[in-house]
């Protein structure tokens, strides 16, 4: 089945270390982004990629990295200078293009807890 | 700058209730408008998109939604509510290689 997998489901991190998010899909798609969901806040981009080794800041990128060295993977690291890291981390997906009339293909997501 | 407003915070309707739920949003040009429902703790579900011709458009799940460009709106509708759509609900707008999104609507529904 084509999609997005999001690993791990649940993750516990201690303050000051930094933490790896893994997104893969199968889609074929170029496009990916990683948002952060907070309750009442909806959904914030972090990053995004259009294409492979290519990457953009969104609209809370600090504190936060990506590598976009496969089309199929696009890693988001939670470093430790993320102040308020604990929240819901979703990825998604979609074909390339310039309108914004692609539609957004949602992992399961990631929800990271910082001890 | 383009932005989605979902008013509604938290909506609650009996089960075979019509629903309604809204979204405005502000864009410099034709909007691409899109509709997402999210179960407690899973990812996002499209629901239904528009991009232009016939303003009412149909989704999955029974549910339809309404772009009206004088009003700025995009709300979402049901004419049935069933106990299974209780979930959140996201508007979002379409911008060259990003989306904008609401901050959610809550859906209960009471049996």
């Known amino acids: 089945d084509g999609g997005i997998t999001q690993s791990p489901k649940y993750l516990f991190r201690k303050e000051g270390q930094n933490v790896t998010l893994s997104c893969e899909q199968n889609l074929n798609h170029d496009a990916m982004y990683w948002y952060r969901q907070d309750p009442g806040q909806g959904l914030r981009l972090i990053y995004y990629s259009q294409i492979v080794n290519d990457f953009q800041k969104g609209d809370i990128a600090e504190g936060y990295s990506v590598s976009r060295e496969k089309k199929e993977s696009f890693p988001l690291t939670v470093t430790s200078a993320q102040k308020n890291p604990t929240a819901f981390y979703l990825c998604?997906?979609?074909?390339?293009?310039?309108?914004?009339?692609?539609?957004?293909?949602f992992g399961p997501g990631t929800r990271l807890t910082v001890l | 700058a383009q932005s989605v407003t979902q008013p509604d915070i938290h909506i609650t309707v009996s089960e075979g209730a019509s629903l309604e739920l809204r979204c405005n949003y502000s864009y410099g040009a034709t909007p691409y408008l899109f509709w997402y429902v999210q179960s407690p703790g899973q990812g996002l579900q499209l629901l239904l998109k528009y991009f232009s011709g016939d303003t009412l458009v149909q989704g999955i799940k029974g549910f339809e939604a309404e772009f009206k460009r004088s009003q700025s709106s995009f709300n979402l509708r049901k004419p049935s509510v069933h106990w299974s759509d209780a979930a959140e609900y996201f508007c979002?707008?379409?911008?060259?290689?990003?989306?904008?999104f609401g901050s959610g609507t809550k859906l209960n529904v009471k049996p």
């Open positions: 979002a707008v379409g911008d060259f290689n990003k989306f904008y």
């Open positions: 998604a997906s979609s074909t390339r293009g310039t309108s914004g009339s692609n539609e957004q293909f």
